[in-house]
């Protein structure tokens, strides 16, 4: 059973930089498209970007050219390069595999001054 486990959330300040990490175990991490997700408070979730196996990504028009998805198969990694950092940006950030469908727990990410 794939288990995906984020890290790298916290307190940054309106402009600055974050990297999530979402490590992943217990499956072919290889195979399967990704995508990192985030939920406002107050909010539904939503989709950010996302990265296929031959690493074609996606992203929403908020972060595009802001925010970076990248993976390492080696690793068994995905991460969220994230960078002009806006208060619009606080939330949840959850990374997923879309098949089968596994969620992580989740990080905090919270830009503010």
């Known amino acids: 059973q794939v288990q995906l486990v984020e890290s790298g959330g916290g307190l940054v300040q309106p402009g600055g930089s974050l990297r999530l990490s979402c490590a992943a175990s217990g499956g072919i991490f290889s195979f399967g498209t990704m995508g990192w997700y985030r939920q406002a408070p107050g909010k539904q979730r939503e989709l950010v970007a996302t990265?296929?196996?031959?690493?074609?990504?996606y992203y929403v028009d908020s972060v595009r050219g802001r925010f970076t998805i990248s993976r390492d198969n080696v690793k068994n990694t995905m991460y969220l390069q994230m960078n002009s950092l806006k208060p619009e940006d606080t939330a949840v950030y959850y990374c997923?595999?879309?098949?089968?469908?596994?969620w992580g727990q989740g990080t905090q990410v919270i830009v503010s001054s």
């Open positions: 997923r595999l879309i098949q089968p469908n596994t």
């Open positions: 990265i296929t196996r031959s690493d074609t990504t």
